[in-house]
Every structure is written in structure tokens, then in C-alpha cells.
């Protein structure tokens, strides 16, 4: 008989399932079977090549419903790892091995705070829900975008969703999530004339072209940002041109950008300030663009509260409310309506080789979680 805690057993026992995104492996039929047991109501939802899944306790709202991913990012190099990466191991206390922080460790404490709380208040008031998809960590185009739109077919609405992304940065439960930035991404290709390097005024150097624009966009200033959210920024990722001679101007060049924006501007504004400033430039260009998230805020009221309040009884301190980051499956549930939340361990070593979250800290997280139900359900 195992001797360490229902958590740590169950985060083990999910961390051993290879879930490599889109698959789950056999994570979300682990996860079913607890809930199964204490009174939830589970569809299965596959769309695409994707496992999804929705379980409900209850038939009425208030809805609190834990939100989350089985999927993980791949293991990188096996040989740089201290342990093999799903065969999970603790040493020193510290959990190791893929999905420790991100976010298996998050997912088993949810299921032993329902556990916990279910058995202690049988007859809670409202419902408690489960979101759990295995499309977080890639496209994310089949997993909880869809089951948000299935919900919505139907009307069935959350009122708090929260999400076990890995929040904390030196202590857990210091930083929890209480909104995201947008994300808009741009390919811009400007296109120019091939020629000889020698014959430049038989050619038309879209290099030279785009620079003084690009100079510009990066020197903008697109927002001063708000009490809640950085200014908005603009940063280039990736350029492309040329045809790898040294003797060639090249026809065309290619550029991938990205903006993290604040609820001062919006998605709008910003491609049309873009186009702008090329169009200033007398550049000739295509620009497709792609939306990966609207930036969303949960302003404080009863899901903050209940958060901040049980860190300070179960980890004695004061939490920092945070919108930074990237992007969370939070940016599908929050136009909804839903008071969207982000709280989970360390992120110190999400993606990383080695990456390990402090065991005892999932234990505690545990208990933070079956504390909000309590504030929320009873």
C-alpha cells in the first residue's frame, strides 16, 4: 500500500501516461473514474483527434468548474534528463519528470479537493464542474474552445472557472492569474524585385524597403496599459529573405510578429495601425493575420476573494494578482460571462528538461482548492 498522499498517488499515476499533445494517453479515463465515484455526470468529447471532457455534479448554479489539460509538451532529449521523463520520480521532495508543474500535479489535487469537499458536504449548494482537455499545448483548436461552444449551444453556463495553470513564481499560491493579454500574430510578406547585387537600380530590395517601417512599428507606442495589464507590445519573431547568394537581392522577405495587447486597444486598432504605417512606407505587401486570444480580466469579487483569502489561511501569505504571462485555454471560457481564475504551482521549470514542482506543495494545493469550494459551495 502505497504510503504517500491520495494526491501525490494520483499525480504519479498521471504523470506514467505518455499524454504528448493532441493525445491523452489514458489520463482523462483516470480522472473519469474518481469523478464517476462521487457523483459526476461525464461526457466524452471528441472532436477531431482530440479527448475532451465535461462532468458535472449538481443541476443548478452557481457553477465552479476546474478547468485544465492532460496533454504535455514533448520531453525534449531523454539523455538530459535525471529521471526518464514518464517515469516520474520524488527526490529531496521534489516531484520530477514531464507535467509535474504543467499541469498533472494541478489536475490530481483537483480531483482530491472534490473528493474531500463531496464527502464532507454531500449536499452542496450549486454545482461543481470539470473542463479537461488534451489540446492545450498545441493548437488548440479541438479541445476546450469546443466543449466552451457545446456548453454554449446549449446554455449552460459556468460562473467560475479555475484554471490549474502553473501560477506561483517563488512560493506557491504567491501569483495567481486573474487575467490574460491578447495575443494577434502577423505574417507580413513584402514584396520587392530579384536582381543582381551589382544592378540595384534593376531590382527593388524589399530588405531596404521594409526597414524604415519596421523601425517604426517597433517604436510605436500602442498603449500605456492600465492597473491591471503592461502596455501593449510589439515584438518580431522570426525575418526570412533572400536566396542564400551573396550576389542576389532577394524578391521578397517575410516577417512573423506578434502583439500582446492590454484591454486599452483592441484587435482592430491594432491591424489597422499597422497598415497604416506599411501603407506610410509605400510597401508593397500581403498580411495575414491570426488570433490567438482577446485579453480578459476578472475583476475582484466573490472567485478572487475565495482565492486570496484561502492562500492567506492555508499558505499564511498575501497573494499579487497578475495578468503577465502567455496565453491560457482561460481566454475560451472568459467570453462566456465566467469569472476566470489561474492558480497551480511553480512555473519555474514548465518546458523544461527536469521539469519538478515541490511535492509537499501539492499537497497544499489540495487544500486551497477544497478551502475555495468551500467559500464558493457551502
Known amino acids: 500500500m502505497s504510503t504517500l498522499s491520495p494526491t501525490l498517488d494520483l499525480t504519479l499515476a498521471l504523470m506514467r501516461e505518455p499524454s504528448v499533445t493532441p493525445f491523452d494517453a489514458n489520463c482523462q479515463t483516470l480522472m473519469i473514474e474518481r469523478l464517476e465515484k462521487i457523483g459526476f455526470r461525464v461526457e ?60 498533472k500535479g494541478s489536475l490530481a489535487a483537483m480531483v482530491v479537493a472534490c473528493e474531500r469537499f463531496v464527502a464532507a458536504n454531500p449536499d452542496h449548494k450549486g454545482s461543481i464542474a470539470f473542463l479537461i482537455t488534451s489540446d492545450e499545448e498545441g493548437v488548440a483548436i479541438n479541445g476546450t474552445v469546443k466543449v466552451v461552444e457545446h456548453l454554449e449551444a446549449r446554455n449552460e453556463k459556468i460562473t467560475w472557472a479555475l484554471v490549474g495553470e502553473p501560477s506561483s513564481s517563488k512560493q506557491l499560491g504567491d501569483v495567481i492569474k486573474n487575467g490574460r493579454r491578447g495575443s494577434l500574430n502577423g505574417i507580413l510578406t ?22 524604415p517601417a519596421l523601425a517604426e512599428l517597433t517604436a510605436e507606442v500602442w498603449d500605456h496599459g492600465n492597473e491591471f495589464f503592461p502596455s501593449t507590445s510589439f515584438q518580431i519573431s522570426n525575418i526570412s529573405a ?19 495587447f492590454s484591454t486599452e486597444v483592441t484587435e482592430a486598432q491594432l491591424r489597422e495601425r499597422t497598415e497604416t504605417i506599411l501603407k506610410k512606407h509605400g510597401l508593397l505587401y500581403k498580411l495575414d493575420w491570426s488570433l490567438s486570444g482577446h485579453p480578459f480580466l476578472t475583476a475582484r469579487g466573490a472567485m478572487v476573494e475565495a482565492a486570496v483569502e484561502s492562500i492567506r489561511e492555508i ?20 467570453p462566456t460571462g465566467a469569472q476566470v481564475l489561474e492558480l497551480g504551482p511553480l512555473n519555474a521549470t514548465i518546458h523544461k528538461v527536469n521539469e519538478e514542482v515541490r511535492a509537499a506543495d501539492l499537497d497544499t494545493l489540495t487544500t486551497v482548492y477544497e478551502r475555495i469550494l468551500v467559500k464558493l459551495l457551502t
Open 44 to 103: 466524452r468529447l471528441r472532436f477531431g483527434d482530440v479527448d475532451n471532457f465535461w462532468a458535472r455534479r449538481g443541476d443548478t448554479a452557481p457553477v465552479l468548474a476546474f478547468a485544465g489539460h492532460t496533454d504535455v509538451v514533448p520531453t525534449g532529449p531523454v539523455e538530459n534528463w535525471n529521471v526518464q521523463p514518464f517515469a516520474p520520480e520524488i527526490r529531496d521532495g521534489m516531484l520530477i519528470g514531464r507535467g509535474a508543474a504543467d499541469m
Open 190 to 211: 513584402v514584396i520587392g524585385t530579384q536582381g543582381h547585387v551589382a544592378y540595384p537600380h534593376l531590382a527593388d530590395n524589399p530588405i531596404h524597403r521594409a526597414a
Open 242 to 260: 533572400g536566396t542564400g547568394a551573396n550576389n542576389v537581392i532577394p524578391g521578397e522577405m517575410k516577417v512573423v510578429f506578434n502583439f500582446r
Open 315 to 334: 499558505c499564511g501569505i498575501e497573494t499579487e494578482l497578475s495578468t503577465s504571462g502567455g496565453t491560457s485555454d482561460g481566454r475560451f471560457i472568459a
